[in-house]
């Protein structure tokens, strides 16, 4: 985090960021703070449109049904823009099969995502992770 970010405010919007990551496991949105205009862009191309086309997304979006776990989670603040960075694990388990994702989220006084920036790896066995 850094220096000029008040830590409780770094922290709400660390706790921000992560209920969209966890909705990524859980496929249950009601948890994100989104606004209404968000949009997510992954490796360049805009994949998400407004606050619920995104909300939908994680709810029924198959691209998001193949992953059961998030692992190694960290995030630092710069004022509004939270990164992270974590391991996604996708079906089926017995593969092993895992991506590393950095994503940016832009999130607003009111605590909601306006923006999410996603650039992810290519998917390779983590055995034991």
């Known amino acids: 985090m850094t220096p000029n970010v008040d830590p409780e405010r770094a922290s709400e919007r660390v706790a921000v960021a992560r209920a969209y990551v966890d909705a990524l496991v859980s496929h249950d949105p009601s948890g994100v703070s989104l606004h209404g205009e968000c949009t997510r862009t992954e490796m360049g191309v805009k994949t998400g449109r ?3 086309h995104i ?4 709810a029924r979006g198959p691209q998001f049904r193949l992953i059961h776990r998030i692992s190694d989670f960290s995030a ?13 694990h996708v079906r089926p388990k017995a ?5 590393h994702v950095s994503e940016s989220f832009v999130v607003d006084e009111d605590n ?5 920036v996603a650039r992810f790896g290519v998917p390779r066995r983590r055995v034991g992770s």
């Open 50 to 52: 407004s606050g619920s």
């Open 55 to 58: 909300a939908r997304s994680l």
């Open 95 to 99: 593969i092993g099969l895992a991506a």
């Open 76 to 88: 630092d603040v710069d004022g509004h823009t939270v990164s992270t960075r974590y391991w996604v």
């Open 112 to 116: 909601r995502i306006r923006a999410i």
